[in-house]
């Protein structure tokens, strides 16, 4: 429907004189309605923005933005106002805030018309929204020169648009515990980044990373967020309308603190055990009957969480492999594992209920005892993850429906254990993520993106998903057929040769060359991490043949990567991590083809080869992450280079 609306627009456009048939417009994410008017709307210059509401001074940021856009964009400049005795011939932008117009929370009219443009809500969320999509098409029409007069000024189509979110709670989540975590600059820039895109929630994963001042030993070599870091992000992401929630993983992933001395008598196993895949050095969990386990996650929320303005806070509890395995053995046989799990857990539901807020949790443990799940706090929320396409969202959805628990569904963007992302499932994740969230009523919905095995991927790979999960998640009917390398190429890439976001969609496919399907990842990311000898497990036929064509196709993407004509202030840094991306991708596939006996690769071609990518990828490490954590994700390539020697 969208898409024959769309183009009824470029038409009445063309006849203007505006905009070719070939130009189609694009936003992100696309609103729930829009309709074409007659006319268009020249933004002159010494005009004035009017916030037309009784406390002007919320509306203010939401202002500023539009402000700025249009001086930089169109060299326009426009005043900021409050007073209604303006002329209504000098109101440019009227921004309107009107609690009686009944409108969805969060939505907003927004409407383009010869005399100026007006947009209204009930809720400052609302007009942030309103504001981001005139930004966008600022953005996509820019500056149209005017035959009479020498003054650049911008043309809008004239037009309607009623929009508003499907899911009230839409966040990311950026893993910052598996060895990478950003600067301020780089979490700065993603903030506006999803702000744009009207993401209102965002959570930065973590275990170890926090700089807890009474635990210095756990956190002193990962160049951590200090509180005042966490302080300063908090105030940013609330002046544009993103809920930062505190997330402190506090039972399982724990090894980083469970390895010091002063919590290894904490541990459920502290001498290792066996994960589903392999054998785990080491301790993991934290065993549950100890009295010093929620006196130790105790210390950390008073400790953390006044850092935060959000009442919500996400615990973790995820894969807590070893739980009767250790310490917990012998209560685990009596009660069962599922009851010692759902004990411990509702101690830490007391400890965060307490101090005010309410408690998110993965969810993986429960559902594999489903009984237990009416047994749940009805406050408490239930984070339903998972990241491959058929992931049973729905099954699981309607349990916690049917038990009246509140729960958000958590796809991911598939671009972690990956290298160049996982296109074709990501978009099928978090396809089906949306749909079933909605069908059962999920308060929320998280997209994970996570940085297991040494956050291998650059940021930049995750962007598809990102913008895919907050397409699907904000007006789901009116986006689940969105181009989404269209819209990459405009808000994510800002690209006016419309390359990289066709170049990250096209790498991110490159996986399935090989023929192999695994789970939470992709199989050339495999053979990096694994030594040659492991691999006897791979049923490949035809190596030279798979990997060969493979090569051909990831050459075929990168010599796209040159041409790219990016605005972005970061746009030689944006080439540089898809270079890097490249090289990886065809040390893999060589890498390959040597494994499986090609005669055409030598083991000195291919130590040098990954030298030279080693050396590059530190250096495009630093340039938007923190040095803490470099050591460890580079340990991750011994493997590969001790294949060589």
Known sequence: MLGKMYTSINESLRRLGLVTLTQQITLLPLPRHLNLNEGVARLSDKHFILLDCDHPQS?????????NVLHSQLNIDYEIVASKSIPAELIGLRLRLDAGERLHPQGYTLDIKPDGVSACAEDEAGLFYATSTLIQLIQYYGAIPDEEHSLPHAT??????ADWPDFL??????????????????????????????????????????AYQNHPEVWKDASPFTGGEILALDAYCQERFIELVPNQNSFGHLEHWLSHPRYSTLAESPDGFDLPWGDHMGPYSLCPLDPGSITLISSLYGELLPHFSSCQFNVGCDETFDLGLGRSKAACEQFGTGQVYLDFLLKIYHEVSQRGFSMQFWSDIIMAHPELVPALPNDCIALEWGYEANHPFAEHAERYSQAGIQFYVCPGTSAWNSIAGRTENC?????????????????????????????????PVSYLGIAAGTAYSWAYEANKSIDITSALNRFAFQDTSNRLGDIAYHLGNVYREIGIQ?????????????????????????PDQVFNRALELIDQISSNIPEASSRRPDHQLLQREFHLTVKLLRHACLRGLY????????????YDDLKAVISEYKDVWLLRNRPGGLKDSLAHFDIVLNDYK
């Open 59 to 67: 509306l203010l940021f939401s202002a500023k933005r539009i402000k």
């Open 156 to 161: 809008l189509p004239c037009l309607h648009i």
């Open 169 to 210: 709670n839409r966040g990311y989540m950026l893993d910052i515990s598996r060895d990478k975590v950003p600067t301020m600059e780089t979490i700065y820039d993603l903030v506006d980044l999803i702000a744009s895109w009207k993401i209102n929630q965002l959570q930065l994963y973590t275990e170890h990373t926090f």
């Open 427 to 459: 978009l099928q994740n978090i396809s089906s993520a949306a749909t079933s969230g909605l069908k059962y009523s999920a308060l929320g919905f998280l997209n994970t993106d996570w940085g297991d095995n040494g956050h291998w991927q650059v940021l």
């Open 518 to 542: 695994l789970d939470n990842k992709s199989a050339l990311f495999e053979f990096l991490q694994r030594p040659i000898h492991s691999w006897r497990g791979f049923p490949l036929e035809e």
């Open 595 to 606: 494994g499986f006996g090609s005669s055409q690769i030598s083991a000195s071609y291919l």
